[in-house]
């Protein structure tokens, strides 16, 4: 049996998806722990990990749902938190961009962080796949992921107390993200990118719902630009 | 414990989905094929590295993380795995086995 292109392009993103998995099993379990201990009915938190899935922003909604915020607070912090896949969007576009607007949509649903880090370090790699070979892909690394989220979401749901949710698995979170990051600090650009982005969401901590998320994701994309582009005139000058 | 109404949760639920999806689509939905200047592509190319350590920096050296020695030993190791070997899964096994091997150890 042989496999089209997309479908191997899909195995391997499902393949390249797999230490993701460590982190989004707990952490997924864990939503849907404090979720129903916090109130919410399996439908409502079902509601939550199926039609959003985007983790930070659905423990955020719900950290201001037990503090009994404003229902329009909630909505715009979460939102907020979610704005960087804005970026995410416009970044993927150059490869996507070109598909049905059926799979853009559908792709658009599911543009949560990790298909969108494994995709882009895929896409920078080997930037002569097909279309559909990307687009495969793209499922590949973030279907399975989806469907563990809903799954554990589920079962966190479900089990409710019985689940551990001080297992430390808040640090998993960072250590995948650095584990993305890191690879990909090949060249002066993206260090300094990079170190920009970390100095000024530290120093923009008092701005209100992680906005200052934005502004220091912004500046760090300018900072990266200009050093590429200084770099290249000193490599043109050399 | 939540106070909110059902009325209220689904309205959240709802409108976080709507608007999630809204942002997801922007650029993927309604640019599609039509080419963008190189000067965007050049920001764009720069997405990961700018966004992510924004997102884990507070959670490590916020005002409201606890500054744990263990867990920033930890997070440094991961960087230096995943810079040294280029490899996403090397990095996240170093960084979590050692942060649950010697939180195992120290207790």
Redesign the interface.
């Known amino acids: 049996m042989s496999l089209s292109p997309a479908a191997q392009q899909f195995l391997k993103g499902a393949k ?1 998806g ?2 993701f998995h ?2 989004i099993w707990p952490f997924a379990a864990i939503f849907g722990a404090i979720a129903t201990q ?3 009915n399996v439908v ?1 938190v079902m ?2 990990s199926i ?4 983790g ?3 423990l955020a ?1 719900l950290q201001l ?2 503090e ?1 915020a404003p ?1 329009l607070i ?2 715009a912090t ?2 907020a938190v ?13 490869h ?3 598909s049905s ?1 059926l799979t ?2 559908f ?3 599911m ?1 949560y ?1 990790q298909p ?2 494994l995709s ?2 895929k896409f ?1 790699k080997e930037p002569d796949l097909s279309l559909s070979e990307k687009t495969g892909y793209f499922f590949g690394s973030a279907i399975p992921i989806a469907i563990a989220w809903y799954a554990m979401t589920l079962a966190g749901a479900l089990l409710g107390e019985k689940i551990p949710t001080d297992i ?1 698995v ?17 060249t002066l ?2 260090v300094a ?6 100095v ?3 120093i923009l ?1 008092f701005m209100p719902y992680g906005t ?2 934005l502004v ?3 500046a ?3 900072v ?2 200009r050093v ?2 200084w770099m290249d005139k000193r490599k043109a000058a050399a | 414990m939540i106070e909110a109404s059902s009325t209220q949760i689904w309205i959240i639920i709802v409108g976080m989905a709507i608007g999630t999806f809204l942002i997801r689509f922007s650029f993927l939905g309604l640019v599609g094929d039509r080419p963008l200047p190189a000067w965007l592509l050049r920001l764009l190319r720069y997405t990961p590295v700018a966004v992510l350590p924004a997102v884990v920096a507070p959670m490590l050296l916020g005002a409201k993380a606890d500054m744990d020695p263990l867990r920033l030993f930890c997070a440094a190791a991961t960087i230096l795995v995943g810079v040294w070997t280029k490899n996403v899964l090397w990095a996240i096994i170093t960084g979590l086995g050692l942060f649950f091997g010697l939180g195992a150890v120290i207790g």
């Open positions: 390249d797999l230490p460590i982190v916090a109130g919410l409502e509601g939550f039609l959003v899935i985007a930070s922003a659905q909604a749902m037990t009994n229902t909630v909505l979460a939102l979610n704005l960087r896949m804005g970026m995410y969007s416009a970044s993927i576009t150059p996507l961009g070109k607007l853009r949509a792709a658009s649903y543009l962080d969108y880090a882009t370090i920078e430390g808040d640090f998993a979170v960072p250590v995948t993200f650095l584990a993305v990051v890191a690879p990909m600090l090949k650009a993206h990118s990079a170190l920009t982005s970390v000024l969401v530290l901590g200052g998320l220091a994701a912004a760090a994309l300018v990266g630009a590429e582009i």
